[in-house]
């Protein structure tokens, strides 16, 4: 069974950065797809930003030039290095995976930390 457990999350200032990082076990990490997503109160979990095996990545139009998602297979980590955040990036923030190719619906989930922006 996939574990991943995010950490890094906490209270910023708007204009402000946060690292997340979210580890993950029990599974063969390279060949594993990863991803962020993010839900804020009251609103649909969306996705934020993903990474293939390959290490191509992809993000949501409101977070480009602002968030960067990275990954270190040896560490079995993934990371979304966040910039110049705004009071509308506050929600919590969610580690996914899914074998081999990202679905629309990821297999596995981390258990989400809480980002904070306050303006």
């Known amino acids: 069974q996939v574990q991943l457990v995010e950490s890094g999350g906490g209270l910023v200032q708007a204009g402000g950065s946060l690292r997340l990082s979210c580890a993950a076990s029990?599974?063969?990490?390279?060949?594993?797809?990863m991803a962020w997503y993010r839900q804020a109160p009251g609103k649909q979990r969306d996705l934020v930003a993903d990474?293939?095996?390959?290490?191509?990545?992809k993000y949501a139009d409101s977070v480009k030039d602002r968030f960067t998602i990275s990954r270190d297979n040896a560490k079995n980590t993934v990371y979304l290095q966040m910039n110049s955040l705004k009071p509308e990036d506050t929600a919590v923030y969610y580690c996914?995976?899914?074998?081999?190719?990202?679905?629309?619906?990821?297999?596995?989930w981390g258990q989400g930390t809480q980002v904070t922006v306050s303006s």
């Open positions: 029990r599974i063969t990490f390279r060949l594993y797809a």
């Open positions: 996914a995976a899914d074998l081999l190719r990202l679905t629309t619906t990821p297999g596995s």
């Open positions: 990474i293939t095996t390959g290490g191509s990545t």
